[in-house]
């Protein structure tokens, strides 16, 4: 399957927010963890932008991709080749953690995962789905594409 944009750009963070949490774990620098902050909010910005998101999660979201509760709106984008992509932000405080171990109960596994004060970016698989998680102190976005 072709990397969508939103794809490459949340992958591009995700390695950026490695980056700068390696650095700050060496240097200690309150730069490095306001720059991780940065970083998951823009990623968070970067996974709805553009997106006309309605209340509810998007119709079709996949219901073994289970939210952290909180209020959720949602968007379902189809690409030229019909892929679907399910976009969902539910507004929820430090739920990054709860989030993740959710996705792993529903029986998810973490293929790569980042955790800082600022918040959490992973990226989890199923036979089916895969989810792009992005968690800051106050939302938490749930990127999702079938597998395949």
Known sequence: ???????????????????????????????ISGAAGDAVERAIEEAVDGLDLSDGLPEGFPAEVVVVEGPARGAARTDADGVTTWVALVTAADSGTVARSTLEDAGFEVDNVVTHDAGL???????????????????VVYVVTPVG
């Open 121 to 139: 970016i992973a990226q989890l698989s199923s036979d089916a789905h895969d989810v792009k998680l992005i968690a800051s102190d106050t939302r």
């Open 1 to 31: 399957m072709a990397t969508t944009p939103l794809r490459s750009r949340i992958a591009a963070l995700l390695l950026a927010l490695l980056a700068g949490v390696g650095v700050g774990a060496l240097s200690g620098c309150d730069a």
